[in-house]
């Protein structure tokens, strides 16, 4: 390998990193009225997840999946990035911690 070779090999090493993680899907879920809108996401299996989740309501609420190995709490008013996979295929719940009763979700890997 020539020198100039091997002075390009870690730019192009860093571009390629750069490129993957720009990829990462990216998928938007709305905390309203103590629930998830939508309550049920359909991610692709084998893949890293960028979950953007808003929460409209006045109140925080805690992002919370046992499944995921995943809890956030989000103030009202104000969004979250929660990262999940890469998942092998199959349904992976979620909940508000603080409103269980009606904050219900699942992430479905397929």
Do not use: C, W
Request: glycine residues 6%; negative net charge.
């Amino acid at each position: 390998m020539s020198r100039l070779h091997l002075l390009l090999l870690p730019l192009l090493a860093a571009v390629s990193v750069g490129a993957a993680m720009a990829e990462t899907p990216v998928i938007r879920i709305e905390i309203r009225d103590h629930l998830f809108y939508p309550d049920h996401v359909k991610i692709p299996a084998d893949t890293k997840v960028k979950l953007l989740v808003h929460n409209t309501d006045p109140t925080p609420e805690e992002f919370e999946s046992y499944e995921l190995n995943r809890e956030k709490i989000i103030v009202g008013g104000s969004r979250a990035v929660i990262f999940v996979g890469p998942l092998p295929p199959g349904e992976y719940p979620f909940f508000g911690e603080f409103y269980p009763e009606t904050a219900q979700g699942k992430v479905i890997a397929e």
